[in-house]
């Protein structure tokens, strides 16, 4: 009998180690923290509209309304009060349309502590060593403000663990411009709390692949071209009258078959994403947000989203007689997959 179950201990430790050898678990982002990056992001950019759709996501997959609160509260350190309070009434506003789990409660530090030696501690521990520096001396002030607010007040909360809560940090920092020097030293603080460098890749490339505000209504799902397209794309027609122009928004990876504009070529404004444009027979190239594109009659072509980004484009029809659009084969995976 014992010897039974010592032997089935060795078997499941064994298969343990080789599965843990060969699935990197460590790696892999779980859903818990997949979603606070998308709500951190999106509350970071300010999309409503997107971060709306990601609260309820993040409620019905588990995370608590609490959590998601800390979240919001934690980024305005960040981001400013507008930010965080903008996000936190989308929220509120979630809540009172459905019942949600509400969580551990995040709770306030005593009146009587040392705020500046709380905080001092903890930053001191999130950095590895202790932060200074030429700034903090020219001004004191914020320097009191980030040991005894951000690392005393808002670390010492509980709800969410360090490691949480550089989650959505990185994940607000990297969605906003200018503050690379600020990403780069939360990277590093992410690490010291024991997230991989896979993880934070992860992270970053889970950012870069949410959908883009965008100045023109991203409009239905593409159905009635889904023959010519490979993945999901979206049309706006913003003018059938004069000049046939459209909004077309492709997510990450999807693209148009190959195809020729007889008659009329195709002028495309490249409104935001990355994605690319290739011409039959010479390299792709790729376009990014304020690229033109002109497109000429006859010439065999297509245009899409890069592999991680989505992509939108406006599409102008150059006006002729007798123009029509001829359909051809499918970009292939092998040829695309060759794109960055
Ligand atoms: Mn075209």
Redesign the pocket.
């Given at each position: 009998m014992f010897k039974k179950s010592f032997i089935s201990v060795l078997v499941i430790a064994f298969m343990l180690f080789i599965t843990g050898g060969s699935l990197m678990a460590e790696d892999i982002l779980s859903a818990k923290a997949k979603n606070i990056v998308l709500i951190s992001s999106l509350s970071a950019k300010g999309d409503m509209e997107n971060l709306e759709n990601a609260v309820k996501k993040g409620l019905s997959e588990g995370l608590t309304v609490n959590e998601i609160k800390e979240v919001m509260t934690q980024l305005y350190a960040y981001c400013g009060f507008p930010r965080s309070l903008n996000a936190l009434s989308v929220l509120l506003k979630v809540t009172k349309e459905g019942t949600y789990a509400q969580g551990e409660e995040g709770k306030a530090l005593d009146e009587n502590v040392s705020k500046n030696e709380i905080g001092t501690k903890t930053q001191t521990e999130l950095a590895g060593a202790p932060v200074k520096g030429e700034l903090f001396e020219f001004a004191p002030a914020i320097d009191a403000y980030l040991k005894e607010h951000l690392f005393a007040d808002i670390f010492s909360r509980g709800v969410l663990t360090r490691s949480e809560r550089e989650i959505a940090t990185i994940a607000a920092l990297s969605s906003l411009e200018g503050v690379e020097s600020q990403l780069n030293s939360h990277i590093n603080i992410g690490k010291n709390t024991g997230l991989t460098q896979a993880q934070i890749d992860e992270i970053l490339k889970l950012v870069s692949m949410e959908p883009k505000k965008q100045i023109f209504a991203i409009g239905n799902k593409n159905d009635a071209y889904k023959d010519y397209f490979t993945g999901q794309s979206y049309l706006n027609p913003l003018t059938i009258e004069q000049v046939k122009t459209s909004n077309v928004t492709f997510e990450p990876g999807c693209r148009n078959n190959w195809?020729i504009?007889h008659k009329g070529g195709?002028i495309l404004l490249v409104t935001s994403g990355r994605g690319y444009y290739q011409e039959w027979g010479k390299p792709a190239q790729e376009l990014k947000e304020g690229d033109v594109v002109n497109?000429p009659p006859e010439v065999k072509?297509w245009?899409g989203a890069a592999p991680d980004s989505w992509f939108s484009h406006i599409a102008i029809e150059v006006p002729s007689k007798k123009g029509s659009t001829q359909w051809l084969e499918k970009v292939s995976d092998e040829e695309y997959s060759k794109l960055k």
């Open positions: 195809h504009h195709q497109i072509h245009h």
